[in-house]
């Protein structure tokens, strides 16, 4: 849909320049697991934008002084170079050059880096996916003035990432990003993340969102495989239907404020998730046994003190705990002393709902 055989430059221009944006991870409440096509969700995800783990990526241009038709790309990875991520963001960009055609044309620099450990076992793509959109689409508008309007800037950015990592096309977003048809959000579409900051209530504004890191290994089992999986999964057609349902029931409690419904919500939907990899295809566990241990501290603080503290987890072993401001006091300590322990090396990242992606050194 944003094909754009015009993007092209005069032969006689010698663009350069240095664009840099800092962009968020997110963590999804309800979870886009299945995909078809071209990076098209089965069903529809909602996610809070996190504000401490993000990716800084810097892309610098210049003309291409070998015309050759093929991208022209120099990669660094915390100032190192590498040749693993250089070929898949090669890749990337030789997929989306009808959007782009003049990539072709310049020469390109690349450098990114996390803001938390690449050892962390964190899954970085949608931080890293939606700053290299942000960056392409300043960009375009930096070369041609097209993106003016900051809505049709942020649509084109969400999509660019989507095509890049289909969780990263929420990341655009300050505060909630839905992604995905669903009769519960009526701008809600399968070819980019809406924002969802305006309808939510105040309690969620400034949720926290730590992160417990309870391995740092790398998965066993990517994501991507694990989207494949779900095509012969038994439970894909019922799974894509409770995702739509719980999609209604979400959006109504993060309008109203329950946040009890909410975590209910939350950490169904975490398990299910799990429940949908242990039931693949091969079957198999992200979880770890530590990260059992938290879930049931968790649940039984929580029936011990009646504060409200949810857990959701990514596709990965690592919790990520759910509160809101308002109890931060008696939790945090809850935290500390039982659940940072259980942490490999006792790594946690304190984590909140962010204020979106930010555009630097301009
Ligand atoms: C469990 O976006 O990482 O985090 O589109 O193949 O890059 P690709 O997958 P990815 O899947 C993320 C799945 C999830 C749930 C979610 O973020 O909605």
Not at 140 to 159: G, H, I, M, P, R
Not at 271 to 283: E, I, R, V, Y
Request: aromatic share 10%.
């Amino acid at each position: 849909m944003f094909d754009n055989p015009a993007l092209l430059l005069d032969s006689s221009a010698t663009p350069s320049g240095k664009i840099h944006w800092k962009s968020p991870s997110n963590i999804a409440i309800i979870k886009y697991w299945g995909k078809y096509g071209v990076q098209y969700p089965r069903n529809p995800s909602i996610s809070f934008t996190l504000e401490n783990a993000f990716t800084e990526t810097v892309l610098t241009y210049e003309p291409k002084t070998d015309q050759g038709d093929g991208i022209s790309l120099e990669f660094t990875f915390h100032t190192e170079e590498n040749e693993p991520f250089r070929a898949k963001i090669v890749k990337f960009l030789e997929s989306i050059r009808p959007i782009f055609p003049f990539l072709n044309q310049l020469h390109l620099k690349i450098q990114s880096g996390n803001s938390f450990p690449h050892s962390a076992g964190i899954a970085s793509s949608a931080s890293s996916m939606s700053a290299l959109a942000l960056c392409l689409c300043t960009l375009e508008d930096e070369l041609f003035q097209t993106l003016q309007d900051d809505n049709l800037f942020d649509q084109k950015a969400s999509y660019v990432a989507r095509l890049g990592s289909g969780s990263a096309c929420r990341s655009i977003y300050a505060g909630m990003a839905a992604w995905g048809t669903t009769n519960a959000i009526s701008n809600a579409s399968n070819d980019f993340a809406v924002s969802f900051s305006e309808e939510m209530h105040d309690i969620y504004k400034d949720f926290h969102d730590d992160i417990l890191i309870a391995s740092k290994s790398e998965k066993s089992v990517s994501s991507r495989a694990g989207h494949a999986l779900m095509e012969g999964n038994a439970y894909a057609a019922p799974r894509y239907e409770q995702a739509e349902s719980r999609m209604k029931r979400l959006v109504e409690v993060l309008k109203n404020g329950d946040v009890e419904t909410f975590g209910e919500i939350a950490e169904n939907e975490a398990l299910t998730l799990h429940a949908l990899m242990m039931t693949s295809n091969p079957s198999y566990i992200l979880m770890r046994p530590n990260s059992l241990k938290m879930i049931e501290l968790i649940r039984q603080y929580r029936a011990d003190t009646k504060n409200p503290i949810y857990f959701t987890l990514d596709a990965g072993p690592n919790l990520h705990v759910l509160y809101p401001e308002t109890v931060i006091h008696e939790v945090l300590p809850f935290i500390e002393q039982k659940l940072v322990p259980l942490c490999e090396d006792e790594m946690w990242i304190s984590d909140w709902v962010g204020e979106g992606p930010e555009q630097l050194g301009e």
